[in-house]
């Protein structure tokens, strides 16, 4: 399966600890057409480069892969302590 075009899902819904990222804002380093301008590049954090366009994640549409996605942040977040 390869990224569908106008998407980055990934690059907005869950945390990017390694950048700052926080869930549900876009990665900085998204570009004005949602492409990574780190894409390629040593400097592209390895969760990134590790992740694979999978039909679960991605689903049919952009909205799918992002609430699949949120749903994941949701459930992998630490438990916050009073």
């Known amino acids: 399966m390869t990224c569908r075009s106008d998407c980055a899902a990934c690059c907005i819904a869950p945390s990017i600890t390694s950048l700052g990222k926080p869930a549900g804002k876009a990665c900085l380093h998204l570009d ?39 749903a994941l942040e949701t459930a992998t977040a630490p438990a916050i302590r009073p």
């Open 32 to 70: 004005e057409d949602l492409c990574c301008r780190l894409f390629g590049l040593p400097e592209r954090p390895a969760c990134c480069a590790g992740l694979r366009p999978a039909e679960d994640m991605c689903g049919t549409s952009r909205d799918a892969a992002i609430a699949w996605l949120e």
